[in-house]
T-cell receptor, first 116, second 115 residues
Framework: NAGVTQTPKFQVLKTGQSMTLQCAQD?????MYWYRQDPGMGLRLIYY???????DKGEVPNGYNVSRLNKREFSLRLESAAPSQTSVYFCASSGVGGGASTDTQYFGPGTRLTVL | AQSVAQPEDQVNVAEGNPLTVKCTYS??????LFWYVQYPNRGLQFLLKYITGDNLVKGSYGFEAEFNKSQTSFHLKKPSALVSDSALYFCAVRDWSGGNTPLVFGKGTRLSVIA
């Protein structure tokens, strides 16, 4: 039971390049989330998927797209990377069954992205 | 809208002394409150949560948190700090009506336990 896994662990891009961050969970969770972490800013929500087939914008969605590929996988795509997207990206999941406000979110190990 | 404030960016405490990391929240309904810890170059690990019932919640690694509705606070505490407790701590909230919506996080408090 690996929990939440993310690939890659590290990535360096040049401005304008594109890439996809992958996230998978094996806990049969319904909901999945993408956050970014920047010094002094805490965790900010980029996008989330409350259930398979749905996605919603979070606090900082500009410059990103997401795909909920199936119940297990939720990817984050940067179409044209910018230096402002240099950050650590975390995927999380929660909610077995119908989901509830009391459900705990579980986090992956993160992807450290640098855009030059 | 939900929000969380962690008023201290940094907390320093001597090993063996009690520690407190502060958190206040704002929600429209009843809150569900969470504490997470992040060690260097790692993801966030769940410590404990308050849903309902006893205002004192016990969690992992000897940590506990006290829910105070009148002060809208959920401070994290430990009776005797260890050097290994040094990490970044995040408080998070979701209100009762949110379903399985994303948690809203504070900016984090860095705890440094000095030997």
């Amino acid at each position: 039971n690996a929990g939440v896994t993310q690939t890659p662990k590290f990535q360096v891009l040049k401005t304008g390049q594109s890439m996809t961050l992958q996230c998978a969970q094996d806990m049969n969770h319904n909901s999945m989330y993408w956050y970014r972490q920047d010094p002094g800013m805490g965790l900010r929500l980029i996008y989330y998927s409350a259930s398979e087939g749905t996605t919603d914008k979070g606090e900082v969605p500009n410059g990103y797209n997401v795909s909920r590929l199936n119940k297990r996988e939720f990817s984050l795509r940067l179409e044209s990377a910018a230096p402002s997207q240099t950050s650590v990206y975390f995927c999380a999941s929660s909610g077995v069954g119908g989901g509830a406000s009391t459900d705990t979110q579980y986090f992956g190990p993160g992807t450290r992205l640098t855009v030059l | 809208a939900q929000s969380v404030a962690q008023p201290e960016d940094q907390v320093n405490v001597a090993e063996g002394n009690p520690l407190t990391v502060k958190c206040t929240y704002s929600v429209s309904g009843n809150p569900y409150l969470f504490w997470y810890v992040q060690y260097p170059n790692r993801g966030l690990q769940f410590l404990l949560k308050y849903i309902t019932g006893d205002n004192l919640v016990k969690g992992s690694y000897g940590f506990e948190a006290e829910f105070n509705k009148s002060q809208t606070s959920f401070h994290l505490k430990k009776p005797s700090a260890l050097v290994s407790d040094s990490a970044l701590y995040f408080c998070a909230v979701r209100d009762w009506s949110g379903g399985n919506t994303p948690l809203v996080f504070g900016k984090g408090t860095r705890l440094s336990v000095i030997a």
